[in-house]
């Protein structure tokens, strides 16, 4: 049985797709700047949020109309992706793809050679943004951009003071409380350089699979066929405990279907399954980062080389620690329990006995002296804690990028600055959507402080997507939708 297809061509598809694009973005872009508003929204489940972030927002948003729809979930997706890249820019970026797109669209120019410009136009703008970046180094400059961010001094002082003392390798981690306030704790954390298997395992708007208090099974090797685990699987569902992190060399056979089942159970049908998140061991230094693990988190070590296999093993033999977080490229474990003090003793030994890998030594003793700082956050109702929660998670990702890569003018105004130089065209005017969008929100005539500082991280990501993003678009001109069935009215 085939669904049918919504086929449009030309101007009738371009219609659809700009109508779509614009139903989402003419409601997320309210809520760019410090005078932006909220949006209200119930979930599937009944539950009602108030929040102002743009990711969270787009996912509630749908059209009847198959091609309109397909447009707003392109555009979704590339702002959930803009999200995970740059952690506060959804909705800068959503501002950004439909002005560029609109811009476009005025252009008498072909598809394609629209598309060239963009991107031409593009490379310019990146140049004069990396020219204009201001290092972000001291405390009190690290305080600014945390407080402009989240636009709440308190909050701002503790997520300057956590990311200072991290440092630009460090770790920032955002964990609810049932405790009112927000105040901020520092654990030991390990991370290695791998993420999740595959993006159906990601839980939350960030793209990341958030785990609490997890058994870790630690395999050196593939794993190909479900049964060599499901004995320690039932024995980790009889404790009570719902949540497992596999480390292994990677998943053949009947494994990766297995698990996507299991999640899409727990998750969407609401059934007491297992939720299994899996991540590949580092291939660089591969045995240093299985030791480790195994030290941080207490678990025992699988395979041929020890002779303990998964079918056989207990709940002893797992590894657990407090929180994992996995993104698509790392994997931070917060709070293991194990004793590191006597390998690194033992590691500075070995190093000042070398000769040479002086530096390695030094990397794998910071890998397990990592300390993460993690922020708690509390509130007296749920819609006020996801408020706050998206606030601050937003703000950290804002501050670490500074960090990272500099600031520059915020409030839209670098990009407007940037536009002034550019040659006419497409860019020219579209670069200036964020800014005169945060004076409409602020009802004209809103004076941005000199103070006010965004990420050249978020910024430069930003406009790497909605240029490719609108440069997509404008180079289509036939779309095939899926048409959904419906309950009959």
């Known amino acids: 049985m085939y669904n049918e297809k919504d086929i449009k061509e030309n101007k009738e598809s371009m219609d659809s797709l700009v109508k779509g694009i614009d139903t989402l973005a003419n409601i997320v872009k309210q809520t760019l700047g410090p005078k932006g508003r909220n949006v209200m929204f119930e979930d599937q489940w009944g539950i009602s949020r108030i929040t102002n972030d743009g990711v969270t927002i787009a996912k509630q948003i749908f059209s009847k109309d198959e091609t309109e729809n397909m447009a707003i979930n392109s555009l979704k997706q590339n702002a959930a992706r803009t999200n995970m890249q740059a952690g506060d ?11 560029i797109l609109h811009e476009g669209l005025k252009s008498t120019k ?94 939350n708007e960030r793209g990341e699979a958030v785990l609490h208090n997890p058994y870790i ?37 009947n494994m990766l279907p297995t698990i996507a089942k299991n999640i899409y159970a727990k998750r969407v049908e609401r059934k007491p399954f297992l939720e299994v998140i899996a991540v590949k061991f580092p291939a660089i230094r591969k045995p240093e980062f299985i030791e480790d693990i195994a030290l941080v988190t207490e678990g025992k070590i699988m395979g041929m080389k020890t002779g303990l296999f998964p079918d056989e093993a207990t709940l002893d033999d797992l590894g657990t620690c407090e929180k994992v977080v996995i993104t698509t490229k790392k994997t931070v474990f917060i709070g293991g329990k194990g004793n590191v003090e006597e390998k690194i003793e033992t590691l500075r ?16 003793i910071a890998r397990l002296k990592g300390e993460v700082a993690v922020i708690k956050v509390g509130a007296a109702s749920g819609v006020d804690l996801g408020y706050i929660r998206d606030k601050i998670e937003d703000a950290v990702y804002a501050t670490k990028g500074a960090v990272e890569e500099g600031a520059v003018k915020g409030g839209g ?55 490719s993003f609108a440069g997509a678009v404008l180079t289509t001109s036939a779309s095939v939708a899926t048409c959904r069935i419906r309950p009959k009215e």
């Open 89 to 99: 820019a959804s909705t800068t970026f959503i501002t950004l793809a439909q002005s």
């Open 110 to 203: 072909h598809p394609l050679e629209k598309r060239d410009e963009i991107n031409r136009d593009c490379q310019v703008a990146l140049g004069e943004l990396k020219k204009s970046a201001k290092p972000v180094k001291t405390f009190e400059e690290i305080k600014q951009i945390a407080i402009v961010s989240c636009e709440d001094e308190t909050i701002g002082s503790i997520i300057a003071e956590a990311t200072y003392k991290v440092g630009k390798e460090g770790q920032v981690s955002v964990q609810e409380s049932e405790v009112n306030g927000v105040r901020i704790e520092y654990i030991n954390g390990l991370e290695i350089d791998e993420g999740y298997i595959a993006e159906f395992m990601m839980n």
């Open 217 to 253: 099974l630690i395999v050196d090797s593939k794993l190909s066929n479900i049964k060599d685990i499901l004995p320690i699987m039932q024995k980790v569902a009889d404790s009570g405990k719902n949540e497992v992190l596999l480390l292994c060399d990677g998943l053949d056979g």
């Open 349 to 364: 030994n070995q190093r000042d006995a070398s000769e040479i890998n002086k530096d390695a030594y030094d990397a794998r």
């Open 413 to 467: 105004v670098a990009l407007k600055m940037i536009a002034l130089d550019l040659p006419d065209g497409i860019l020219k005017e579209a670069l200036q959507a964020p800014y005169n969008q945060i004076q409409e929100n602020a009802g004209g005539n809103f004076k941005i402080k000199d103070n006010v500082m965004d990420s050249v991280k978020s910024t430069r990501i930003v406009l790497e997507n909605a240029a």
